[in-house]
T-cell receptor
């Protein structure tokens, strides 16, 4: 299994909603990442988990809350988002922090 | 500090023609350089990477790139374009090879004309 699986593929939410994005991999990777990608722009790093511990938070607003419950699973909890948070959210994993990144297909998020 | 400049946000080529996507970088240390491809509604996929050693790097799908230190360039080429190559291409640089320090260029949208 060489896939990073992200669910849901599409999500529409209101500014008062609470939702979660899920990312799963079964490649034994110990580094997992969340990226945000606006249309026609490169991905921007949000969070890095290494061995299930948060190692990087790139000054992301607290309305985004990551969670890594185990080595295969990464969640991104969303609360009180703004319309400007609408974007493609990509998860990636790697064997270690310096290794090749494997990306999921992303969750396309629309905040109304 | 590091940065990446991709010349041309849109490139169009005819099917069968040469593909050339340009990337220039700046880095205060010897860089690790990457090319990623993103198909519509997909995540990014690594095409190739340069770390050290041979300056001509071969990647997947017939793509290759040449590291030219004197020109601070890492241009991506493919001898003959295929319709399936239509996608967004991102050049990226990292001072250590770590994804934590990966800086992406702004991307080049490749269109392949029949």
């Amino acid at each position: 299994d060489t896939e990073v699986t992200q669910t849901p593929k599409h999500l529409v939410m209101g500014m008062t909603n609470k939702k979660s994005l899920k990312c799963e991999q079964h490649m034994g990777h110990r580094a997992m990442y969340w990226y945000k990608q606006k249309a026609k722009k490169p991905p921007e790093l949000m969070f890095v988990y290494s061995y299930e511990k948060l190692s990087i938070n790139e000054s992301v607003p607290s309305r985004f809350s990551p969670e890594c419950p185990n080595s295969s699973l990464l969640n991104l909890h969303l609360h009180a988002l703004q319309p400007e948070d609408s974007a493609l959210y990509l998860c990636a994993s790697a064997l270690g922090v310096g290794e090749k990144l494997f990306f999921g297909s992303g969750t396309q998020l629309s905040v109304l | 500090a590091q940065s990446v400049t991709q010349l041309g946000s849109h490139v169009s080529v005819s099917e069968g023609a040469l593909v050339l996507l340009r990337c220039n970088y700046s880095s205060s240390v010897p860089p690790y350089l990457f090319w990623y491809v993103q198909y519509p509604n997909q995540g990014l996929q690594l095409l190739l990477k340069y770390t050290t050693g041979a300056t001509l790097v071969k990647g997947i799908n017939g793509f290759e790139a040449e590291f030219k230190k004197s020109e601070t360039s890492f241009h991506l080429t493919k001898p003959s374009a295929h319709m399936s190559d239509a996608a967004e291409y991102f050049c990226a640089v990292s001072p250590s090879g770590s994804a934590r320090q990966l800086t992406f260029g702004s991307g080049t949208q490749l269109t392949v004309l029949p």
